[in-house]
């Protein structure tokens, strides 16, 4: 089936430096991404839409400077945390839909990627 | 706005033993209802959906029935094995493959011999 990756899976970062997830679809096509955040014993929630080509669709309450996301190619979504800080220290996942899928509702999620900031 | 309200967790059960996980959902429109599995160091599974009342989803022995009247999706299995201990996400769409997911708080699932 589809395969969504993400890179790094983990990733320790001292406060005030960047920090790029990557978010690739190794098997199909995806002109858009989701990027969630998901914090302990909590639901994920969702961030911003990454769209193929135009700006990305940020969540109430997101801030988009602080959280970059380009959406590079068909294949590649990346989120840059940007001078991030210990509250920003999460578990990141990114998904993808796969339209020529078994199912047109599927969604692919990746492993996820876990941020601590010290 | 959409939300979703699953029981908390977490469910500790022994193996062959019946399972139950509720979810219940408020939407404005007419949502695609699913449920996913996150086993331990992987990533979130689609285990099953269904997009209109009364639809039935099903996979490995799970099954969620789509009540529009209750608003529920709720999660059951009639007999459950070790290997199904995970974290359960109910979760809605509004609309289509491009659609954002909105999740519950996720119901871990603890299954002893």
């Known amino acids: 089936g589809a395969v969504v990756s993400q890179h790094p899976s983990w990733v320790i970062c001292k406060s005030g430096t960047s920090v790029k997830i990557e978010c690739r679809s190794l098997?199909?096509?995806?002109?858009?991404m989701f990027w969630y955040r998901q914090f302990p014993k909590q639901s994920l929630m969702l961030m911003a839409t990454?769209?193929?080509?135009?700006?990305?669709?940020?969540e109430q309450g997101v801030e988009k400077d602080k959280f970059l996301i380009n959406h590079a190619s068909l294949t590649l979504s990346t989120l840059t945390v940007t001078s991030a800080h210990p509250e920003d220290s999460s578990f990141y996942i990114c998904?993808?839909?796969?339209?020529?899928?078994?199912?047109?509702?599927?969604?692919?999620f990746g492993p996820g990627t876990r941020l601590t900031v010290l | 706005g959409d939300s979703v309200t699953q029981m908390e967790g977490p469910v500790t059960l022994s193996e062959e033993a019946f399972l139950t996980i509720n979810c219940t959902y408020t939407?404005?429109?007419?949502?695609?209802l699913f449920w996913y599995v996150q086993y331990p160091g992987e990533g979130l599974q689609l285990l099953l959906k269904?997009?209109?009342?009364?639809d039935k989803g099903s996979n490995k022995g799970f099954e969620a029935t789509y009540r529009k009247e209750t608003t529920s999706f709720h999660l059951e299995k009639g007999s459950v094995q070790v290997s199904d201990s995970a974290v359960y996400f109910c979760?809605?769409?509004?609309?289509?493959?491009?659609?954002?997911?909105?999740f519950g708080t996720g119901t871990r699932l603890q299954v002893t011999l």
């Open positions: 269904a997009t209109k009342a009364d």
């Open positions: 979760a809605l769409s509004e609309s289509g493959t491009a659609s954002k997911l909105t």
């Open positions: 990454s769209n193929e080509g135009s700006k990305a669709t940020y």
């Open positions: 998904s993808a839909p796969h339209a020529g899928g078994p199912s047109t509702d599927t969604q692919y």
């Open positions: 098997d199909f096509q995806a002109t858009t």
């Open positions: 939407a404005t429109g007419y949502p695609s």
